[in-house]
């Protein structure tokens, strides 16, 4: 039931919220980017309510808090980024929109691949019933892991350092499958992971556009296999990169 969930989480966020000083702790702005970016009137309302339950501020340098709020995308130290919330919110709407997610309600098993500072993964992981995310960079993995500490979910993220092109068959397969970072092309083992009526959305370089998201379904047509590609618009992501650090 992501209902419950949600409801859950907002109460257990509540009761456990520390002040901070920065008076971002009670949520007014939280709503307020929540309204803003409902007001376009594109975004599915899951995804919205999802991120109206997750403190960015806690996600972020506390001499970034008071700009967590904004649609922005913010550093999160070692030269990555933290994606915009729009995007964040136009990313998992699409990934709600593929066929296993629409018939289920929900993400189901997903895999994350760019961990960052854990925000992304705080909303995944109220929209489905499994969540592991990859991060290459030991840094950021395990500030990850105590923002994540921090964040009351109903279930805790699967959190593990390491090359994300690989996937992680080992807790597949998926049925949603999500990246924070642009590769050349989407890598093979992605596309195996990915359970059928699964859907996989990731930044990509695509002939003379540049980097755009394309979305991925593995649809099962009499016992076959396809996947099934659409690009959508152009978007600037940090590189996927290989090996671990
Ligand atoms: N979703 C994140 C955004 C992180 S930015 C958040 O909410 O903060 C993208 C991340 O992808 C960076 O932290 C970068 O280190 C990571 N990354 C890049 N290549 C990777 C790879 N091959 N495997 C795992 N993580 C990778």
């Known amino acids: 039931m992501p209902q419950r969930h949600l409801h859950q989480a907002t109460r257990d966020a509540a009761r456990l919220a ?3 000083g920065t008076g ?3 949520g007014a702005v939280r709503q307020r980017m929540v309204a803003r970016l409902r007001a376009e009137g594109k975004f599915d309302e899951r995804v919205l309510a999802a991120m109206a339950t997750v403190p960015r501020h806690e996600f972020v340098d506390s001499a970034l808090a008071a700009q967590a709020y904004e649609d922005t995308a913010l550093p999160i130290g070692h030269g990555q980024t933290i994606s915009k919330p729009s995007v964040v919110a136009h990313m998992l709407g699409l ?5 296993g997610a629409r018939q289920r309600g929900s993400l189901g098993r997903v895999l994350e691949i760019g961990t960052g500072c854990g925000y992304q993964a705080a909303v995944i992981a109220l929209l489905a019933r499994q969540l592991t995310s990859i991060e290459r ?4 993995h395990e500030k990850a892991q105590l923002n994540l500490q921090r964040v009351p979910l109903p279930r805790a993220p699967r ?3 390491g090359d994300g092109r690989a996937g992680h068959s080992a807790s597949g397969p ?3 499958i999500i990246a924070a970072a642009g590769g050349e092309d989407i890598p093979r083992a992605w596309m195996d992971q990915l359970a059928p009526g699964g859907r996989l959305v990731a930044p990509t370089a695509a002939t003379g556009r540049g980097q755009v998201l394309v979305v991925l379904d593995h649809v099962v047509d009499k016992g076959v296999s396809h ?3 659409s690009e959508h618009e152009a978007v600037l992501f940090v590189p996927l990169k290989s090996g671990v650090v």
């Open 174 to 176: 998926f049925d949603s």
């Open 159 to 161: 959190l593990i350092w």
């Open 24 to 26: 971002l702790d009670g």
């Open 227 to 229: 996947w099934v590609r």
């Open 137 to 140: 960079l030991q840094g950021l």
């Open 95 to 99: 990934l709600m929109g593929g066929e």
């Open 18 to 20: 520390r002040p901070s």
